[in-house]
Antibody, heavy 116, light 108 residues
Framework: EVHLLESGGGLVQPGGSLRLSCTGA????????MSWVRQAPGKGLEWVSS????????YYADSVMGRFTISRDNPKNTMYLQMNSLRVEDTAVYYC?????????WGQGSLVTVSS | SSELTQDPAVSVALGQTVRITCQGD??????ANWYQQKPGQAPILVIF???DRPSGIPDRFSGSTSGTTTSLIITGAQATDEADYYC???????????FGGGTKVTVL
């Protein structure tokens, strides 16, 4: 059974940094592209970033380009999202998801709150 | 344009059929996918590649596309179908994923 687990969320001040992790189980992690999708309180889904299985290609939404960095460590079955220069508007639940041009499995999400 | 437009809310009587629409020029080129999200839960995939259903999704969920509009159809809506529904596609040329704004479905 496929399972995704996010960790690393929390409260951070504007301008601060945070690193999210997503650990996968029940599938061949290195064979799958992975993504981050976020949802601000009371709002809709917003795609954030994606990375191919080998890690050779990375894609970012315009809203996070230059501030967030996606990466992965396949031997550890883990994907990361390094978030720098955080803004109040980055406050959201961050989901990791497995991707095959659609998101077939999702984690339960990790809450990131950016506030002073 | 890579935007997707959804009606904010629709309602349906128990056991009746509801069509949730999603409009965008890019839907002529890219396959649409649909996600269901209930309060406090992660989204789940209900339709992929326009009209395919993942295992475990009831066959009352179906998808159709005509021109720039894609639809999620729930035939014989159940109380458990009350949720937010999001359409989405991946722009493979730009590498981006686009979501619609979501439609809240209420089962009366």
């Amino acid at each position: 059974e496929v399972h995704l687990l996010e960790s690393g969320g929390g409260l951070v001040q504007p301008g601060g940094s945070l690193r999210l992790s997503c650990t996968g189980a029940g599938f061949t992690f290195s064979s799958n592209s992975m993504s981050w999708v976020r949802q601000a309180p009371g709002k809709g889904l917003e795609w954030v970033s994606s990375i191919t299985g080998s890690g050779d290609k990375k894609y970012y939404a315009d809203s996070v380009m230059g501030r967030f960095t996606i990466s992965r460590d396949n031997p550890k079955n883990t994907m990361y999202l390094q978030m720098n220069s955080l803004r109040v508007e980055d406050t959201a639940v961050y989901y990791c998801a497995r991707e095959i041009n659609f998101f077939d499995y999702w984690g339960q999400g990790s809450l990131v709150t950016v506030s002073s | 344009s890579s935007e997707l437009t959804q009606d904010p809310a629709v309602s349906v009587a128990l056991g009746q059929t509801v069509r949730i629409t999603c409009q965008g020029d890019s839907l002529r080129k890219y396959f649409a996918n649909w996600y269901q999200q209930k309060p406090g839960q992660a989204p789940i995939l209900v339709i992929f590649n326009r009209n395919d259903r993942p295992s475990g999704i009831p066959d009352r969920f179906s998808g159709s596309t005509s021109g720039t509009t894609t639809s999620l159809i729930i035939t014989g809506a159940q109380a458990t179908d009350e949720a937010d529904y999001y359409c989405s596609f991946r722009d493979t040329s730009a590498g981006h994923v686009v979501f619609g704004g979501g439609t809240k479905v209420t089962v009366l």
